[in-house]
């Protein structure tokens, strides 16, 4: 399942690029929002221990999965279209095998 | 130091109540404010993870700050002077021995 650096194509290269840095802002604009309206309805300390939760779970989440290795891209691509920060369209011009990868990835 | 509970008279335990709870009222909702303003803040991932990192400081903190035991109440009511949530004259009504003992703890 591993795809090692020599697989990809300059062009893949550009696509896979795109696609890892659209869906990271994406997905980080999307929590900031998230985070600034839950912040706004902070009644007690409980709500904000719960905020602080949350971001724990987040950042964990985040470092880990954001890992641009081309040996890892299929894997972290698939999550991304999996959680709907990408679209499988978004990754047209990748080869069909990788496409077929990552398509079959993310519906597990 | 301390000072167990059969030293404090009912008036004194009604004083340290009112007094601890009044502190924790408004560092709380000094707290809340703060991450709202902050939150209202945010513009990249960097300002978001600090701002979890100040949380995880402060839930740490808090949750040791706030021990009302009578043996340790001197000690909780001298840092609270100290960092400003409570005034030494909100405490009027303990001994005098006990008053003493805090604003001496709330100088070091």
């Known amino acids: 399942m591993q795809v090692s650096e020599a697989e990809w194509t300059d062009t893949e290269k550009t696509i896979a690029r795109t696609a890892f840095d659209q869906a990271y802002k994406r997905e980080i604009e999307a929590l900031l929002k998230r985070v600034q309206d839950e912040a706004s309805a902070l009644i007690k300390l409980d709500d904000l221990w719960r905020l602080h939760d949350f971001l724990s779970a987040k950042r964990h989440q985040i470092e880990g999965k954001y890992d641009y290795q081309y040996s890892a891209l299929p ?27 990552i398509n079959s990835l993310a519906r597990m």
Do not use: H, I
């Not at 991304?80 to 990788?98: A, F, H, P, R, T």
């Open 75 to 101: 894997f972290v691509f698939a999550g991304l279209v999996k959680e709907g920060w990408l679209q499988l369209n978004e990754l047209e011009g990748l080869s069909q095998d990788k496409l077929a990868k």
